[in-house]
């Protein structure tokens, strides 16, 4: 048998030697021990009282078995589990062993004794057989005292954890083997596993705990010793209310312990004992409770009543019952979408069996259940967030396991719930009329920066940077009809590497705007994202760009989480592409009406006006340049001849073999009649003759009818020519015309 077996009986023989020492003749030497079941000797007390007596013969020390005989007596009565005394008239000792047998049978320890035979003139094995009575009357003893010690050290604690805890780690303490755990009892006598104390490590003493808890089931508790006296259950009750269960139990790596009568005693006697103080402390804690319960419900009243942010009183609500009720787990019911950080869930309409939530909404009352999650019972309340002008969700609350709560606590749950309702409801009033104005603010926005630019580009950034800082979605694009194809082109995104991408008109979004003609939103209701295959995407908008009745473009707004978009947002981007569509139509038409204004209408090339604000911005801004004139030869004769449709054809072959000739930042101009100009900026001489003859060879071998031209080429240079007039610079080039038409015609002469 172990030291943890034994500490308590060490205990117990020192109150026990006591009373054996009242009834032992006074003045006659002795030796009274105490050892475990496996012989060793754990406690000596000598049986004369002021006096030592020892014989040399006799060696007895502390976690050692007896010497000689006395030890041979000492396993005898283990063994034999009877009284053993040493009889022999010759020795001069007569040694008694007296085995502690439990109600099992099993010894627990041997008390023994070694005096002087010339002392003894009475039958010692009578005298040890009336010990057992001594001995239990040391053991109640024991048990009064402590108990009394341990009563006497509750009443220092205010709280009911500080008692709970002083009580099981001193009852542990003195039963020195397994564990002690207090449970709470709810009204009816069921364990609330929620609340509990234990010596256990936290983790562990909690599994153990549930173990229990799923043994009792719904049943009160009442007094048991259980597995094979290896689980010991005392409830303890105050005025037939009950309070806590007390437990001892062994945990599975003490296979050879078990729990003997005298612990079960002592727990009971222990359990009837604190229950006045127990009681106190929990009529505290529930005055302390209440208290903070008041405080802390005109705290968050006033905090969700003076609220006008739907998020903060989502959260208030979120987080206040779990502060009083750590067992109770909160979730949120809405039946609308409130943009919130604070995770919610949609109540649903459309199961077999109506979920708690789902009759608390729709009776406007709350309810209580009892449901099966999993492998084990739990509780469920509900209540509606009821408003004024109607019901906006449930706030539901869920523990994780069965648990009583009582009219009170539910009630207050329900006031809770009810003012919540109506602060929600105001917050959700405010957050409308706070959006609306938002809304026109930005529509009022868009308008005046749309109305203050008429260049395309500047529109579509705008534009796009608006719908990304408005839906703060992850993409955001403007999309352009292709004319004659059934496709889309990105002119503009929030991602630079789409622009310019084509897109199908036969994708989902794309082929229900055209045929609709109208604003569209859409959500992946599965774990997928949608069929789109610009951007992955759980959640798109999509708003058509009408002009003239015909679908022009789109404007796109797309994101990969779920459910990303309200319909107010939906709303509000119709209201973008109306605006839009209008700006960009207005950017075309000032766009067509400013290339009207500088484009011949005949040739497509630019006008001579045209030409001159470009030559003349060149000989501010850049270093050189050169200026070729070109006359079609004999362009009267064509027109004589064929007909002046005929002399415009030509003219029109000539600018576009002119335009596919130069480069795009050289410009070509009608100059007058049958006469054209080339500008080419940032171009020497040498160049410039090569791009004039390369004109004169392609009019000479692809018009048709075929026709010639002049060329006078003219060139400058800022180091050299200094403050060169536009018109000086055209009149030597016309010289250069003059000259090659008079020599012969079809030439390029430099000036």
């Not at 060490?10 to 030796?31: C, D, N």
């Not at 067509?592 to 090339?605: H, K, Q, S, W």
Request: hydrophobic share 40%; net charge negative; with cysteine.
């Amino acid at each position: 048998m172990s030291s943890k077996m034994l500490g308590k009986l060490e205990t117990v023989f020192s109150y026990t030697a006591h009373f054996i020492l009242q009834s032992w003749p006074e003045k006659r030497p002795g030796i009274l021990f105490l050892t475990d079941s496996g012989g060793r000797v754990i406690n000596i007390i000598e049986m004369q009282v002021g006096q030592s007596w020892n014989p040399q013969e006799l060696q007895l020390r502390k976690d050692s078995p007896p010497s000689g005989e006395l030890n041979g007596y000492v396993m005898e009565a283990i063994s034999t589990r009877q009284i053993v005394v040493q009889n022999d008239s010759n020795d001069t000792l007569v040694f008694g062993a007296f085995p502690l047998r439990e109600q099992d049978g099993q010894i627990r320890a041997v008390v023994g004794m070694v005096t002087p035979r010339a002392e003894i003139d009475f039958d010692l094995t009578s005298y040890m057989r009336g010990l057992e009575p001594l001995i239990r009357m040391g053991y109640d003893a024991y048990i009064q005292h402590v108990t009394s010690q341990i009563v006497m050290d509750l009443t220092l604690h205010d709280t009911t954890r500080e008692l709970l805890e002083s009580l099981t780690s001193q009852i542990s303490e003195i039963i020195q083997k397994g564990y002690c755990s207090a449970v709470r009892l709810s009204e009816n006598g069921l364990l609330i596993p929620q609340e509990f104390v234990t010596t256990q490590e936290v983790d562990f003493g909690l599994i153990q705990i549930t173990h229990l808890v799923s043994r009792f089931g719904v049943s009160p508790v009442t007094p048991a010793v259980l597995d094979n006296n290896r689980i010991v259950v005392v409830p303890i009750s105050m005025n037939d209310s009950p309070l806590y269960a007390l437990f001892l139990h062994l945990s599975p790596d003490e296979m050879d312990y078990k729990y003997d009568e005298r612990d079960v005693a002592f727990l009971q006697e222990v359990s009837g004992k604190a229950s006045c103080a127990l009681w106190r402390a929990m009529l505290s804690d529930d005055l302390r409770r209440e208290a903070s319960k008041k405080d802390l419900l005109y705290q968050l009243m006033s905090k969700i009543q003076a609220s006008i942010d739907v998020n903060d009183v989502l959260h208030e609500i979120v987080t206040s019952i779990p502060i009083l009720y750590p067992y109770l787990s909160v979730e949120l019911f809405l039946t609308v979408e409130p943009n919130a950080t604070t995770p919610v869930k949609q109540l649903s309409f459309h199961e077999e069996e109506p979920s708690t939530s789902t009759k608390a909404y729709l009776e406007g009352r709350l309810v209580v259940d009892e449901i099966t999650a999993g492998d084990h019972q739990v509780t469920v309340i509900a209540a509606p967030l009821l408003g004024k002008q109607g019901i906006y969700g449930v706030l539901q609350v869920t523990s994780d396991q069965l648990v009583s709560l009582s009219q009170h606590e539910t009630n207050y749950i329900a006031i809770l719930a009810d003012t919540a309702g109506t602060a929600f409801e105001n917050a959700q009033l405010y957050q409308q009329s706070r959006n609306l104005i938002r809304e026109l603010r930005l529509i009022n926005e868009m308008a005046r920066q749309l109305n203050r630019s008429l260049n395309l580009k500047e529109i579509l950034d705008f534009v796009t940077t608006m719908m990304r800082a408005t839906f703060d979605a992850e993409f955001c694009a403007i999309l352009n009809k292709t004319p004659g194809e059934d496709s889309f082109q990105v002119l503009s995104s929030s991602i630079p590497a789409y622009n310019g991408m084509s897109i199908e008109a036969s994708e989902k979004p794309f082929q229900e705007i055209l045929l609709n003609k109208q604003a569209l939103l859409l959500a992946q209701p599965g774990a997928g994202p949608l069929p789109f295959s610009l951007m992955p995407c759980s959640s798109l908008m999509g708003v058509p760009l009408v002009v003239e009745g015909e679908v022009s473009g789109v404007l796109l707004v797309a994101d990969s989480r779920y459910h990303f978009f309200s319909f107010d947002d939906y709303k509000l981007l119709e209201i973008f592409g109306q605006h839009a569509s209008l700006a960009m139509t207005n950017a075309v038409l000032h766009n067509e009406m400013e290339r009207m204004v500088i484009t011949d209408n005949l040739t497509g090339l630019f006008t001579r006006r045209h030409l001159n604000e470009r030559v003349r911005s060149s000989l501010e801004k850049d270093g050189y340049g050169s200026l070729i004139l070109i006359d079609i030869d004999f362009f009267k004769t064509v027109n004589d001849t064929f007909g002046h449709q005929v002399g415009d054809e030509v003219l029109i072959q000539v600018s576009d073999l002119i335009r596919h000739s130069i480069r795009d930042t050289d410009i070509a101009a009608r100059w007058g009649g049958e006469e054209l100009a080339v500008y080419l900026p940032k171009v020497d001489k040498a160049t410039a003759h090569t791009v004039a003859e390369r004109i004169r060879q392609c009019v000479e071998q692809q018009t048709s009818p075929r026709v010639t031209i002049s060329c006078g080429l003219a060139k400058w240079n800022k180091e050299l020519d200094v403050n060169l007039s536009v018109e000086a610079l055209f009149h030597q080039a016309d010289v250069a015309l003059y000259e090659a038409k008079n020599s012969g015609r079809n030439q390029v002469v430099l000036a």
